[in-house]
Structures are given as structure tokens and as C-alpha cells.
């Protein structure tokens, strides 16, 4: 389904139905991040039943997992698969750092390796406990790492994602069972319709070279400490390579000036303020190099730009993501993809 389309609640929908016509006695629904998890408890709860006219919560137990036990009590659980998986392991805890960050920016050993998780039989938690799993963002982390995990409980299987891969495709046996394009998001009235203004540079496109005796800085993404080094050969990098090895502020830069250029006059003709804009980093690093060069390109201040990610410093993910939904400022988030679904804002 298109991103903004109600995946989510088609999914509580769902396990609405299932709880109270097909009488399963529990299901899951597993997120790769806390702060999914968070907004799947808040559409639970503030899901409103058709035929009822109560909320979910007050008809069924909702529990989401803060602590490595399931409550029997519980008909819907939600958890992240980083502690699902803690838990078949046996441990009585968990570290909640671990699910606060997407799988793509934590920096973990169990994400450093290269073959599936071993997962053995937990008479806690046998395989029978879940009747309906429901994975959201289904193409990220449910093939290589995960799908044991996944592949332990013999409960229903079903995905969730805007963007399906091959992978995913061949994970569920091409069984594709409801597709919402966004075409159809917007002829519904769904979703709202936009339009593409691509910024492009030739080092975006191409990416470029940098020639030897050129003194170039060697930066550590996590501390971003830097070290010059002095280039004995010619060093030349592809598009790819573009933020993630290499960086190029100019480049940067240069897409941040012309949307601010281009902002009153192609852009939003007409209008004087800042509409809230959300930039998507490659990666952490990537962000802070971005929420620097906007502050210094627009000039006015650090909240009219703010980076949103699980390491944002002394503040609150939740307290920043809630000030861009409804405060003046911040005009402009960078997020690698914490907020990447399920936040809507006012212009």
C-alpha cells in the first residue's frame, strides 16, 4: 500500500475481524523500531469499531512489549523483531536502546553478520503462540538476519510495506493478497497528489574525482572525528559511493540553495513562508552534515532545522517529531527514516 495510505489501520481493521469472527486467541505485529511501535498502540487504541462503535482497546487487550514477557492476557502484541528475538534467545532483559533506531542506522554485531540468527526451541514462548504475525515494512529486515525468527512460529504470515522488493515477493510465494498503488490513494482522496522537481548535479548523476596531492579529510561516521590525509593517487568515486564513502558538501550545498531559491517561485509561488519540508539522509552522519548546511544556508537558527533521528543528543525523538507536526518550527526535519511513515504536518 502507498505511503500515507492507512497500512496501519488496514491492519488493526484486520485483526479486528479476525479476533471476533475467525476467534484467534492472539496476534503480533512486529515493527524494526520503538518508535513504530509506539504509533501501531496508538492507532489500536484509537481504533474506533465499526459495527461496535467502541474502541479496540476497550473490547481486547493490547499489550506493547517494554519488558521480555508476554502477558497471556494480551490478544494483540507488538514488538520490535530485535527483541522478539532476545527473547526466544532466553534473556530475561533487554536493552531498549537496541529497538530505538532503525535496522539501517544501528551499528550492532548481530547486524554485522553474515548468515541467519540461530533460533532453537523457547517453551516460554513455543511456536504456536501467535495465530495471525503481521510484520510491518516487510521489506527490510525479514529475509537474510530475521527469517528464522519469523520462520520459528507457525502462526499466518502476513506483510506490510509501500515498496516490495523481489526479495519480499519470493519471501511470501508471489502471494500478493491486496494492492493500494498510489494512483488509487489519490483518486480516493486518500492521499494528496504532488509533483517530482528533481535537483540534479553532475556529481549526483556521475559522481566525480579527486586528484592526487589534494589533501582530503577522513571522517569517523559515529564520532565524526577528522584526520587529513594527503592523496598519493587520483581518487575517483561513483554516484553510489555519494554519502555513504564519500561526501561532498559542495553537492550538498548545492541542492540546499537551489530549493531555497526555487522555493517562492517554481516550488510554492505565492507564498512567504517556509512550507515544512522533510529531507531524507542517507545515514546519521549524513543528516547532521545536512540539518549544518541548511541552517547555514537559509540562516535562521537551529530550530528552523532540526535532525530527527534515534540520536538526536539530550532531546526527545518523540518531543521533536511532535513539534514538527504541530509547532511553528521546525520548518525543515532531516530524518534518515525514523519518520518516515505516519507523520503528517500542517503547512
Given amino acids: 500500500m502507498a505511503t500515507g495510505s492507512g497500512k496501519t489501520f488496514t491492519a488493526v ?5 479476525l479476533i471476533k469472527f475467525a476467534k484467534i486467541r492472539r496476534a503480533l505485529f512486529l515493527v524494526d523500531r520503538s518508535n513504530l511501535g509506539r504509533q ?26 517494554t519488558t521480555n514477557a508476554i502477558d497471556p492476557v494480551n490478544q494483540v502484541v507488538i514488538t520490535t523483531i530485535q527483541r522478539l528475538y532476545s527473547m526466544l534467545q532466553g534473556e530475561e532483559t533487554f536493552d531498549p536502546t537496541n529497538e530505538e533506531g532503525s ?3 544501528v551499528a550492532s554485531p548481530i547486524l554485522s553478520r553474515s548468515e541467519p540468527l540461530p533460533v532453537a526451541y523457547s517453551s516460554k514462548i513455543p511456536p504456536e503462540t501467535f495465530d495471525v504475525i503481521i510484520t510491518d515494512e516487510c521489506h527490510r529486515s525479514i529475509y537474510n538476519l530475521w527469517r528464522q525468527v519469523l520462520e520459528y512460529f507457525d502462526g499466518f504470515l502476513i506483510g506490510l510495506t509501500a515498496t516490495p522488493s523481489k526479495q519480499t515477493f519470493g519471501f511470501f510465494n508471489q502471494n500478493l493478497v491486496m494492492e493500494y498503488p498510489r494512483s488509487r490513494a489519490v483518486a480516493d482522496g486518500v492521499n494528496v497528489d504532488g509533483q517530482v522537481y528533481r535537483i540534479r548535479t553532475k556529481i549526483t548523476d556521475k559522481g566525480s574525482q579527486v586528484e592526487a596531492g589534494f ?13 587529513w590525509e594527503q592523496l598519493d593517487d587520483d581518487f575517483t568515486y561513483t554516484a553510489n559511493m555519494l554519502d555513504h564513502e564519500v561526501v561532498s558538501e ?10 531555497k531559491e526555487r522555493l517562492f517561485t ?31 544556508e537559509f540562516g535562521k537558527g537551529n ?45
Wanted: with cysteine; net charge positive; proline share 4%.
Fill in 13 to 17: 481493521s484486520s485483526v479486528y475481524r
Fill in 40 to 65: 501501531t498502540l496508538k492507532e489500536f487504541q484509537q481504533y474506533v469499531t465499526p459495527d461496535d462503535g467502541r474502541k479496540f482497546s476497550e473490547l481486547y487487550n493490547v499489550q506493547r512489549l
Fill in 103 to 105: 535496522l539501517f542506522e
Fill in 215 to 227: 589533501f582530503v579529510d577522513k571522517r569517523d561516521k559515529l564520532t565524526r572525528s577528522v584526520r
Fill in 250 to 259: 559542495s553537492q550538498i550545498r548545492t541542492v540546499i540553495r537551489t530549493y
Fill in 266 to 296: 517554481d516550488l510554492f509561488p505565492g507564498r512567504t513562508d517556509v512550507p515544512k519540508t522533510l529531507i531524507f539522509a542517507k545515514d546519521d552522519s549524513h543528516a547532521e552534515d545536512i540539518v549544518r548546511i541548511v541552517r547555514e
Fill in 303 to 347: 530550530d528552523f532545522c532540526q535532525k530527527i533521528t534515534y540520536r538526536v543528543g539530550n532531546a526527545n525523538p518523540e518531543d521533536l517529531i511532535a513539534a514538527f507536526r504541530n509547532s511553528y518550527n521546525p520548518r525543515i526535519a532531516v530524518t534518515v527514516d525514523m519518520i518516515a511513515t505516519a507523520v503528517y504536518t500542517t503547512l
